[in-house]
Each structure stands twice: as C-alpha cells, then as structure tokens.
C-alpha cells in the first residue's frame, strides 16, 4: 500500500513536470513570436503569451507595451531595457537576468501598433482580475472593457463567480456584456447583452451600443435576427440617453450648488460688512487672497516639520486663516475705514487703492506666480455615483464647509452678545450707541470677522482655483452681486443670492459660454433690482427704512 502511494506520489509530480515544461516551452516560443515582422504574427504571440498563465506575462507585457522591449543585436536575444547614460541596462526577458548596460545601436526595440496596444492593455487587465486589491480589479474590468478582446471572455466569467466586491462586480458585469454583444456565437446572446447594457446609464456604453448600431445600419440586406438586433439597440441608446440626460441634470445642479458655495464663502463676509457698516469694500477679495496664502504657509511648514501629518494642513489652515485674515480686516478697519464712515465713495476709492497695495505686497513676498496648494488624502478623488455621474470630493468638502460657515456664524449672531450688539447697529446705529453700545467697537470686529470668513474662503478656494495675488479679484463682483441680489446683511438673502447664480451659470454655461453667462445674469439682476432695490430679503429697522 505504501509503494502504491508513492508511486501515486511520483506519477503526479511528474504530470505536474511535465505540464510545467509544456507552459515554459510554450512562453518561451511565444515570447520569440515577438521578433516576427508581422505585426499579424506578434498579435498572437501576444495572445499565446496572456494564455499561458506564466508568471512572467505580466512583466514581459508590461515591457512591450511601454516600448522597453528590445532584441540584442548580436543573439537576436529578447531583452527588457531602462534607460542608462548613452544607452540601457538590459536584462533578460525570459530570466530576469541582469546583463549590464549597452549603446542605443546595440538594441533594436519591439515595434507595435495601436492595435497591439488595445490588446495588450486588455490582456493585462485580464492578467489582474483576481488581484487582492479591488482596485486593481475595477481597473482590469475597465481595461478589458475598453480592448474587448474575445480571449477574455472566459477569464471575466471565472472573475465575476468569485468576485465579493459590488463595484468590481458591476464593472465585470458590463464587461462581459459588452464581450458577448461584441464577439456574440448567436443572436439571443446580443439581445441578451444588448438588454443588459441598457440598463447602464454610461458614456463609454453609450458609445459601444452607437458603434454596434452603425455597423448594423450599414449592412444592405440585413437578416430578420440583424433587424430584431438593430432596433433592441435603438430602444437601449433611447433609454440610455434619457437617463444620461437626467444625470446631466443632477450633476448641473450639483457643480451650481457647489459654485455657489464658493460663493457664499467669498460673499458671506461682505454682507457682514456692508450690511452693518454699509462700507463698499474692495479689498474683500483681497482678505480671500490672504488666507489662500495662509494655507499655502500653513502647508509649507507642515511639508518642512511635520511630513507625516501633510492630511490635517487643511484643518489647522482653516483657523490660521480666519485669525490673519480678522486681523488685516480689524487693522483696515481701525487705520482707514473708520475716517470714512457715511463717505461711501471716497471709502470705495480708499479700499480700492488698498486692494492693489496688497496684491503688490504679496507679489513682492511670494513672487507673482501661481502657488501650489495639495489637497488632503480624504479631499482628493471622485466618488463614482454611476457611470454616467461622478461627484469630485473636493467639491463636496467645499459645500459641507460652507453649510457649516453659514450655521456657525448665524449662531454667532443670534446666540451671543456680539450678535445681538451687531444686529443693534444694524437696525439703528444712533439708538445702539445711546444704549451704551461700543459701535466703534462693533465696526472693528464686524469687519475682522467679515474678513476673518473670506480668509476661510480662500482656504476652500485653494483647494480647486490657483493660489495667486489675482484670486481674490475673480470673486468680487460675483460677491457683490450675491449680496445685492440676495438683501444686504441678509445671511439667509446671500445663500439663497449664492445659490441662484450658481445654479443659473451651470445651466446656461453649455448654451451660451461662461462669459455670456455671466453677463445675462447680471443683467438679470440689474432689471431684479429695478424692482426691488433691497434685494430678495430686505433688513427691517429704523436705519434701513430711513
């Protein structure tokens, strides 16, 4: 019994050998198909390559399709090259043995064409389906997807019965969709693929359905399967394309809110300002300006001291910000507003006149070009709602942060004495100071914490415009318009100003342009305004109606 055992034993290790043997010789022979001059022969070395399941297809693949693939003149010898001083150092592709370094006309290099690329760059992704990193995978499905070769069919179906992950399975899904209506053995298989695909609201579907219909329109006598096919095609980019359409919404609304939160951010401050003080401040945009500096500060010394902790840069820019920004604001403020109270004109000159000094300052500290402010890990990358709708992370953290600006500073000015001593200016600010009220007092640190919230703004600005000493000039119109349209002093009129030209451009800006845009809603607001001066949400008290 023992020696029935290990004859057993030996028999299989040697089948196992022996298939060993077979799989090698058979790379081996594929990876010389590669010098052929044909590019008809190299297509299916490749494929024979992919097939083998050789842990060196990978790597070799890898090489031919970044053109380091080479043969040594001297052997005809397959060699994978990285670039050296006046040549490369080779290795060998079949052994990964390292051979030193050679001149650029010792080697000729493996030539492909486009083809050969989409092929390869299948077959790889094939070569990775069942990589432990979901990733990897999702990336694979859509490699495979994008190439479509017949080869990887089977390969998919093996992925797809093993795969845990929803998203790599959906992405596997239509993968193999598309390799059955692409490389179909019968008519009810397309249809079947066709159905599938249908339900996939996704440009790249899309596209492959559009293809796939103009190949059926061009047949001339087409069968009764050919015509059944054709019009489930039809019906699918109909239902896709009503689909597409609604997303297309959704994400208009979604890149509109999130302007207009950029918006609010860089507004929010002068409505404080001009609501209280009826100041025309421009230099507002240059306190945005400021604390976009602040950031790219605040980072660089995170990047010289404390590398490991570059994720949380953002969170301690964001207070950094709002005390330098309050504290320029309140230095304006006490050094040259204060003289110009009740003189809007010359107050709007002065601030002006103030915005260059400061753009010009930063210039000459910074230098005048762009600065390069990296978003955090948790900021960065796109959530993928479905293939036709993608949400950028970025985006999505601006709108949160400027819903948590708005709620903070409403409870600032209805829960504290600050507030209730700024909304007492507002509505009357002679009654306000014979009640004992500071409002010199109040102006300053009004103004500080307008400025200190356009700081805040330049932070979420930096995180999707380039830092510059011209960022802030891009926004003050807008803010000023924001503030009017919505009710000055108004928070609840300069969210609901934010948002409406937000919304409004992204509507408009694929008919007319973004120029364009802009000025029609501007001119929507001058005709608004001719027929309510105050704006959507006008402050009621003593001094506003007077």
């Known amino acids: ?136 995978r999702l990336k694979a499905a859509d490699a495979v997807f994008k190439s479509r070769p017949a080869e990887m069919r089977t390969p998919i179906e093996q992925a797809l019965a093993t795969e845990t992950d929803p998203t790599v399975t959906k992405a596997l899904e239509r993968t193999l ?61 109909a239902k896709i394309d009503e689909k597409l359409a609604f997303l297309n919404i959704i994400e208009n609304i979604f890149q509109g809110v999130s302007l207009g939160s950029v918006l609010l951010l860089a507004a929010i401050g002068l409505a404080i300002t001009f609501g209280v003080m009826g100041v025309i401040n421009m230099a507002h945009g240059e306190m945005v300006m400021i604390g976009a500096y602040t950031t790219y500060m605040v980072q660089q010394l995170f990047l010289n001291f404390a590398p490991d902790m570059m994720n949380f840069s953002l969170l301690v820019a964001i207070p950094a910000a709002f005390l330098v920004s309050g ?34 300052f930063v210039r000459t500290i910074f230098g005048p070009t762009n600065k390069e ?26 709108i949160l942060f400027a819903a948590a600006v708005l709620i903070l500073l409403m409870l600032v000015l209805r829960k504290t004495a600050f507030g209730l001593q700024m909304r007492a200016v507002t509505q009357n600010r002679q009654m306000a100071a014979s009640m004992g009220i500071r409002t010199g007092w109040v102006d300053a640190m009004t103004f500080g914490l307008g400025s200190g919230v356009a700081g805040m703004a330049g932070v979420a600005l930096s995180q999707i415009d380039n830092v ?57 607001i001058i005709l608004f305004i001719q027929k309510r001066p105050r704006g959507l949400f006008a402050l009621k008290g003593r001094a506003v109606e007077n």
């Not at 230095?331 to 109270?341: A, K, P, V």
């Not at 402010?373 to 985006?395: C, H, I, K, M, Q």
């Not at 009710?487 to 800006?509: D, P, Q, R």
Request: charged share 20%; glycine share 10%.
């Open 177 to 237: 969709a598309a390799l059955k209506l692409t490389h179909a053995q019968s008519s009810e298989e397309q249809l079947a693929a066709v159905e599938m695909l249908e339900g996939m609201a996704d440009p790249q579907v899309k596209s492959l359905l559009s293809a796939e219909g103009r190949k059926l329109q061009a047949i001339k006598d087409p069968t009764d399967a050919e015509l059944q096919l054709a019009l489930a095609v039809d019906a699918a980019l």
């Open 468 to 524: 510059s000493p011209n960022l802030g000039q891009a926004y003050i119109i807008d803010s000023f318009m924001v503030v009017v349209f919505g009710g000055v002093g108004n928070l609840w009129g300069t969210l609901v100003g934010a948002l409406s030209l937000g919304i409004t451009n992204k509507f408009l800006e694929p008919y007319t342009g973004a120029v364009l845009a802009k000025i029609l809603v501007l001119v929507v």
């Open 327 to 360: 504290a320029c604001g309140i230095g304006i403020e006490r050094s040259i507003i204060r003289f110009l109270y009740g003189r809007p004109l010359e107050t709007l000159l002065a601030t002006w006149g103030l915005s260059l000094i400061l753009q010009q």
């Open 373 to 398: 402010v990296s978003s955090p890990d948790w900021l960065s990358g796109t959530w993928e709602v479905t293939g036709g709708l993608a949400l950028t992370y970025n985006r999505i953290g601006i």
């Open 1 to 136: 019994m023992r020696i029935e055992f290990k004859t057993l034993l030996a028999g299989l290790l040697l089948v196992f050998a022996i298939q060993f043997s077979a799989q090698a010789q058979s790379f081996d022979s594929a990876a010389e198909g590669l010098l052929a001059k044909s590019y008809k022969d190299k297509i299916q070395a490749v494929e024979i390559i992919a097939a083998t399941g050789d842990a060196r297809s990978a790597p070799l693949l890898e090489a031919l399709l970044a053109g380091d693939l080479f043969t040594r003149k001297s052997d005809k010898l397959l060699v994978i090259g990285n670039k050296a001083s006046g040549g490369y150092d080779i290795v060998n592709a079949l052994t990964g043995e390292a051979l030193g370094s050679v001149k650029k006309r010792e080697v000729r290099k493996i030539r492909i064409n486009n083809k050969m690329r989409g092929l390869i760059k299948g077959l790889l992704g094939g070569l990775t389906l069942l990589n432990d990193d979901p990733n990897l």
